[in-house]
């Protein structure tokens, strides 16, 4: 992903590094993290997903969890922006698995 550099046109200085201002998060253990699951449908054609939100930590670290939820289900999804979206109606199997792995989760919503 390129950095955004709105402002910046142009430096003189051969020293000069582009400082975004974003981090790397540090990814949380599995015990500290409070992840929330739900059944999302809204802007999807009505079709379900299970939606788990609350991830604290960096992209790849939540891309892996997606993946292995991804695969544990069979199923697609994607992970991005701090939640992991599993196509289908997974909340407890994904509540099973996650709580194996020592993560504090909750079901939330309907």
Do not use: H, W
Request: charged share 30%; proline share 2%.
């Amino acid at each position: 992903m390129k950095p955004k550099r709105e402002g910046i046109v142009y430096s003189t200085n051969p020293d000069f590094v582009f400082d975004d201002g974003q981090q790397e998060v540090e990814t949380l253990s599995n015990n500290r993290q409070n992840l929330r699951i739900m059944l999302d449908k809204k802007q999807r054609a009505g079709k379900k997903v299970t939606l788990i939100s609350g991830f604290v930590g960096s992209n790849n670290d939540l891309e892996a969890l997606g993946k292995q939820l991804k695969s544990a289900c069979g199923v697609g999804g994607t992970a991005k922006d701090g939640e992991i979206l599993i196509q289908g109606d997974f909340r407890e199997k994904i509540l099973q698995i996650l709580i194996k792995q020592g993560f504090k989760v909750k079901l939330s919503g309907g």
